[in-house]
């Protein structure tokens, strides 16, 4: 979506689904993606090394659990990730997450303890998770830019995170971030996956 869209665009657009209205929703389109992964790579190249892999699960009804605000499937995750990576959830400065609704970003956020429940709303209302923050959040634009590409959408998440730690456009602002995470969603909640990546030289 190669077009900018004030809060008041996004607050005014049209109802798809209450609560929800047109710029909540990213839109489905086509596309694919692939990433090559290389053991010896360009000299003048950032190295960018995978730390962590996570997988998660939860077939439960929406209708059945106790939360409606927790992502259990991006929870579990997020944990086998961060203890495959030997590193603690406060160590991570970019994440990509999956937000086909704009719900959906936020409760990842929360779920993987990026940020406190609850609290999402307002560090993005006042830019908190935007660049040159601690922590930058979905800086490529997240779903709402690239569109839905159904299982693209977790390899495009890959390769911009990759660019993000490298450093390069359209990221430079971004400084020389070390470690970043990436989550991706099939269904609501139903297998989630992680991927800790760390910019080692």
Not at 2 to 12: H, I, R, Y
Not at 22 to 32: K, T, W
């Amino acid at each position: 979506m190669k077009k900018q869209a004030t809060l008041k665009d996004v607050l005014e657009s049209e109802v798809v689904a209450d609560p929800l209205r047109l710029y909540d929703v990213a839109p489905a389109v086509d596309g694919s993606a692939a990433v090559i992964l290389c053991n010896k790579p360009i000299k003048s190249d950032a190295v960018i090394r995978i730390d962590g892999i996570g997988v998660g699960a939860y077939g439960t009804y929406l209708g059945q659990r106790d939360s409606l605000t927790e992502l259990h499937s991006v929870r579990d995750a997020t944990n086998m990730a961060l203890r495959m990576a030997h590193v603690s959830i406060s160590e991570i400065n970019l994440a990509e997450v999956h937000d086909t609704y704009s719900i959906l970003g936020m409760l990842a956020l929360e779920s993987m303890g990026l940020v406190r429940p609850g609290e999402t709303p307002r560090l993005l209302s006042t830019g908190a998770l935007d660049a040159g923050n601690k922590l930058v959040v979905n800086a490529g634009g997240g779903l709402k830019a690239m569109g839905f590409p159904g299982g693209a959408s977790g390899m495009y998440e890959l390769a911009l995170m990759v660019m993000e730690l490298m450093n390069i456009k359209p990221f430079e602002s971004l400084g020389r971030a070390e470690l970043g995470i990436v989550q991706d969603m099939a269904g609501f909640d139903l297998v989630s996956t992680a991927v800790i990546l760390r910019r080692v030289s």
